[in-house]
């Protein structure tokens, strides 16, 4: 079983960007598709992205796409999401996901998460 722990949430003015790492211990990283998915406040979750297992292709909600940029690297066993033209609306509990067979948008197909980052994004 995968273990995925975020880091490099963080406060940042609107404009602004970050870049959030998820690390991944335990059975081999690079059988698992990667995504993304985030929280705000009285809010369901929500897809964000999701990457291949060889991290071929990627897909992205309309609301990130051409500002977020997902990626992983196999040999490291972590997975990146570069977020640029940061938003207020951005602002969440960032977390990764991993599943090992196929891929989906919806969060309750995913069996393997991280804690959360949070990303506050100032007017």
């Known amino acids: 079983q995968v273990q995925l722990v975020e880091s490099g949430g963080g406060l940042v003015q609107a404009g602004g960007s970050l870049r959030l790492s998820c690390a991944s211990s335990?059975?081999?990283?690079?059988?698992?598709?990667m995504g993304w998915f985030r929280q705000a406040p009285g809010k369901e979750r929500e897809f964000v992205a999701h990457i291949t297992r060889s991290g071929g292709l990627s897909y992205y909600a309309d609301s990130v796409k051409r500002r977020f940029t997902i990626s992983r690297d196999n040999a490291k066993n972590t997975m990146y999401l570069q977020m640029n033209s940061l938003k207020p609306k951005d602002t969440a509990v960032y977390y990764c996901?991993?599943?090992?067979?196929?891929?989906?948008?919806?969060?309750?197909?995913?069996?393997?998460w991280g804690q959360g980052t949070q990303v506050t994004v100032s007017p």
């Open positions: 335990g059975r081999a990283f690079s059988s698992y598709a």
């Open positions: 996901a991993g599943i090992l067979s196929g891929s989906s948008y919806l969060p309750k197909d995913w069996a393997h």
